[in-house]
C-alpha cells in the first residue's frame, strides 16, 4: 500500500528532491477506484471521498491528525500556512502525487528576500512516511475545500488493512 | 556611569584578591533604573522600573522618538539591552546583533552576523525566535539558534569566545536569552517536541569554560539532584527520581526543555527556572511522573546541585510546559514576611512558594476558564498533596489514545506562555499577560527519530466558549491567588510587560499595539499601532534625562502558527457575529524596534537646582 522507506529514497533521487523538476499539476481529483477503504483518481494517485453526509474517508481523517502533528508547526493548522512556511492547501495544486512525495522525502531550501525557509527531509520519519499518502490526501482535500477547516466530524472506519500495514510500518526496524 | 561600577568593582577584586571576591558587576549596574542591563532586567525578574518621568497623568501625550528596522521577518521575542550609551539589540535567525547609538539617533556602532546552518530553522518548533541578549563583563552574550553561545566584546561586536551547548541534528535549539548572574552565564535548550533531553548549563563569563550542567531527568550525576538532601515539598526526593519515574530509558528522550527565563537570589545563591513538557504529547507512551519534567528549580549558583524541586504537572497530558519565568519579590503572606517566588505556569495555575525551602504557599487559577484540574492539594497531610487534583473527563491519559479530548481549558499554549509578567513593588500586585484560549486535544502513537519532530497529538484551539476574547491582561494577588482587575483582549497577549513607578504596566498586542495602563484600574490610558504584531518584551530606560519605553514588534512565534492563520473550530460558532477574525486581517510580518517617549512640550517641569 505504502512504498517502503528504500523505495523512497531512491523515488526522492529521480525527483532530484523535488525542487529542479517542472512542476505538474496533479489533475482532477475525484476519486474512481476504492482499494481496502483507500481511494484513488484516474490517474492512479491517493485522493480523498466525501460522502453525501459529510463523512470523510478514513485517510483523509488520518492525514487530519498526522498533518497537525508534523506539519502544522510550520505550515500553519489546516494546511493554510503560517508566517514562515507555506499553505499546503495552495501549494499542491501546482505540484503532483510525485512531486509531494518527493519533497517530504527529501526535503527543500527556499531563499526569499534573504529570508530562508528550510523543509526538512522526513525519509526517516516513520511518523510521516508510514503516513505519506494520508497526509497528501488529506491536503488535497483541502486544496478543493472537500474538507473544511477543522476536524472532520464524520469519518469512515479504520479499515483493516490501514491497521495492519500501520502496526507493520511503525514498528518496522 | 557604568565605567565607573566597573573600576569600583575591580577595585574590590584587586583588594581581596579574585578567589574570595564578592564583587558583582551586575548586581550593582542593575540598581541604575537608567539601564536596561539584563533581559529581564534584574536578576529577580521583577521587571519593574523606578523611572518616572511618564505618569498616569502624561503618558497619553506618549509618541514615538525613533524606530529601528531589524531587517528581518519572522517573530521577534524579548527585547534589547540598554547600558550606558548603547542600546543591544538581537534578532530571530540569523541571530544579528546591533549595537546602537543612542548619542545619534540609534546609528549602528557594529553589527554581528553569525554564519549558521540553516538546516536548524526546521528543528525549531514554532518560528526561529530568539528571545535576547546578556550582557557581563564587558561582554555582549548571544545563544544562537544552531546552540552556539557567544561572548562578543561589547564596544567592538568582535567574537571572544564561542562554545556548543547541543546537538541541532538531534532537535536541539536555542530560543532562550542568556542569563549572566555573578561570575556565570546560564543557558537552556530547547526542542522537547523532539525529544531533546532538556538542561540548564552554566558556563564561566571570563572563558567560556563549563561550570556545571543539570539535566532535567536522568540519574543523579545527570540531574545534580542529592537525593538525601533536595527536597520536593518539603521531603528529601531519593535516590534517582529522574530515573525511576520513567519507563525503561524513556528519560534519555524525556524532553523537559529549558527555554523560558531565569532568576538568581544573590543572597541565598539559587538560581530559579522551570522545565518544560516531557516528550511525547502523547502520555500514554510515557508512564510515570516523569520527573522532573514540568519543575521550578532551585540550583546553588556555584555547584549547580538542587537545593528545592517542585513538580506542577506530573505525568502531562496537555503539553503545559512548565518553562514560564519565576519572579522573586518578598511578600508578606498571612502575616508573615517571605522570601516569595511568584510563577504563573502554562497550566493556569499562579504559584507562591517560598523561594528558601520551595514550600507551596499559594496555587490558584489566574483564569477563571482553567477546567482540567480542580484545584491543587493543598493539604500537607494528603496523599496527592501539592498535585493538581485532575477532572478525569479533561484527561487525555484516562481517555487514552486516539480519542478526541474535548473542551481543555487551557490549551496547550497555556493560560500565560513564556511572555513575562510584572510585579510592581508600590501596589504589590502582578500584571499579567494571559491566553484566553481552549481545546481539543487527541493523542496518538508516535514514533522517536532523532531530529525529527516527536509530537503525537492534535490539538485543535479556540476561546472557552461563548466567550470571544482569547486574551487578557490582568493584575494578580499571589499573597492570597486572586485576580484584582482584567482588561479583555481580542488575542493572547502575547508580549512581556514593564511596570514603572510613573504608576504604569506596558504591553504589546498582537495587532501591534503598545499599550499603557493605570496598575491601580488597569484603565487604558495611551495605544499606538506599530508596524507589526507584538510578541517582544517592552523595557524602559532614561538616556539625557529623558525616559523612554521600547518595545520589539514583527509577528510571529507560536502565536504565528495558532493564531496566524485563524483558529479553526471557533469561527463556526463565532463568525456569525463577526467577533473573531484572523489575525493576517490586523498586521503582517516585520521586525521593527519602536522607542518612545515625551514629547519636549509634555516633559514634566523640574525646578532649576539653585
Known sequence: ?173 | MHKLLLSTSVGILALFGAGVANADELLDLQKNPKDWVSPTGDYANLRYSKLKQITTENVGKLAPAWSFSTGVLRGHEGAPLVIGDVMYLHTPFPNIVYALDLNNEGKILWKYEPKQDPSVVPVMCCDTVNRGLAYGAGKIFLAQADTTLVALDAKTGKLVWSVKNGDPSKGATSTAAPHVFKDKVFVGIAGGEFGVRGSLTAYNVADGKLAWRGYSMGPDSDTLIDGEKTTHLGKPVGKDSGLNTWEGDQWQIGGGTTWGWYSYDPELNLVYYGSGNPSTWNPKQRPGDNRWSMTLWARDLDTGVAKWVYQMTPHDEWDYDGINETILANQTINGQARKTLVHFDRNGFGYTLDRVTGELLVAEKYDPAVNWATKVDMDKNSKTYGRPLVVSKYSTEQNGEDVNTKGVCPAALGSKDMQPASFSPDTGLFYVPTNHVCMDYEPFRVSYTAGQPYVGATLEMFPPPGETNMGNFIAWDARVGKIVWSNKEQFSVWSGTVTTAGGLAFYGTLEGYLKAVDLKTGKELYKYKTPSGIIGNVITYEHKGKQYVAVLSGVGGWAGIGLAAGLSKSNEGLGAVGGYKALSDYTALGGVLTVFALPDYALPIVAPAN
Open chain 1, 1 to 173: 500500500m505504502r512504498l517502503p522507506l528504500v523505495g523512497a529514497l531512491a523515488l526522492s533521487v529521480f525527483m532530484g528532491f523535488g525542487t529542479t523538476v517542472r512542476a505538474e499539476p496533479p489533475g482532477d481529483p475525484t476519486a474512481v477506484k476504492e482499494v481496502d477503504g483507500k481511494w484513488f483518481d484516474a490517474k492512479g494517485d491517493p485522493t480523498y471521498k466525501v460522502q453525501a453526509d459529510g463523512a470523510v474517508d478514513w485517510y483523509t481523517f488520518s492525514g487530519y491528525r498526522r498533518y497537525h502533528a508534523e506539519c502544522h508547526v510550520c505550515h500553519g493548522p489546516n494546511a493554510e500556512g503560517s508566517t514562515y512556511a507555506p499553505a499546503l492547501k495552495n501549494s499542491v495544486k501546482n505540484f503532483n502525487y510525485a512531486e509531494f512525495y518527493g519533497i517530504v522525502v527529501g526535503g527543500r531550501e527556499n531563499k526569499v528576500a534573504g529570508n530562508d525557509s528550510v523543509m526538512p527531509a522526513f525519509a526517516d520519519n516513520k511518523n510521516a512516511m508510514c503516513y505519506i499518502d494520508d497526509l497528501y490526501i488529506y491536503i488535497r482535500a483541502r486544496s478543493t475545500e472537500a474538507v473544511g477547516r477543522g476536524r472532520p466530524e464524520k469519518k469512515a472506519e479504520k479499515p483493516a488493512a490501514f491497521a495492519e500495514a500501520e502496526t507493520k510500518c511503525m514498528s518496522a526496524k
